[in-house]
Every structure is written in structure tokens, then in C-alpha cells.
């Protein structure tokens, strides 16, 4: 399986989710090609290669050659995964380990995940057991994709009320 890790152009960084992905992979326990677009994190892979940020034509390459996507819980890279038709593994950034201002990142996956929709991983211990059910993982992504769009907008606009 291809992995292709999308951490955004988020300007916070977002170490915890390479530093685990470089553990695992140099533990040998995940097996799989690894490619990471890192954005603004300081951790630098040392497993598997990365890039801090891509231009559109390595990012869409880097997106088309993956068979699983794990991001960030950005709407931008989970529609873009999800109109490729890509397996999707969702690892939010958490405002506790200062990777976002707020936890908006923690609804969005879990909405995914009940809908049966992407895969998420909110604990990074649950990393490797999540990688591997995602292959055999099939998305329910019988919402259309116009329904799909319209449903992350009216989740991301209730939560601008919020605030």
C-alpha cells in the first residue's frame, strides 16, 4: 500500500504525527511506501521521505501514486482525498498538543468516522492498529459528493457560530 501524509500549510507544526509514523516505520512495523508533506512541523522523518511543502504538480502526483491518504483534519485535503476516491485516515491536530487554536479538527473526524466515511485516529497509540484496517477498509461514500461538500460546509459554518 502507498501512504501519502498531508499535514497542511497550517502554520503550527505537527511533529506528533511524524515523529509516531517514523517510529513505526523503523520499528518495522508498518511496511508500506511512506510519503509525507510535513508543512510547517520541525520534526523531519528520518524512515521515510518528506518535503516541508509541495507544489500543486508533486502534490497531485504524490495524491494520484497513494492508495491511502492520512491528513490532518483540514476539510480542503479530506474532499480532495475524498473526490480522488482515496481511502482516507484521518488524524486530527488537537489544541492540547498546540497543533491547532481549537478542536474543531476532533468533530470533524469523528462525524467521518460514524458515517463510515474515513478512518480516524485521535489517540496516536492507535496509529499502527489503524493503518492496518484501512486495508481492508471501505468507505461508505454513498452520499454524493455534492452532498458531501454541503454537509462539511454547514458542519464548518455551525462551528464558525460557535465561536
Known sequence: ???FVAAGTHPQPFDRLFRALDELK???GL???VFAQTG???YVPKSFESKSLLDLNE???RFAWADLVITHGGAGS???AF???KKVMVVP???KFNEHTNDHQLELARVLAVEGKALEVVDIKDLEKTIEKARTFKPDLQTSKQGLVKAIREKLKEWERKK
Request: hydrophobic fraction near 35%.
Open 93 to 95: 491536530r488537537q489544541k
Open 1 to 3: 500500500m502507498n501512504i
Open 31 to 33: 511496511k508500506d511506501e
Open 59 to 61: 502534490f497531485n502526483r
Open 78 to 80: 479530506i474532499l480532495t
Open 83 to 85: 473526490e480522488a476516491g
Open 26 to 28: 523503523a520499528k518495522g
Open 40 to 42: 510547517h512541523s520541525a
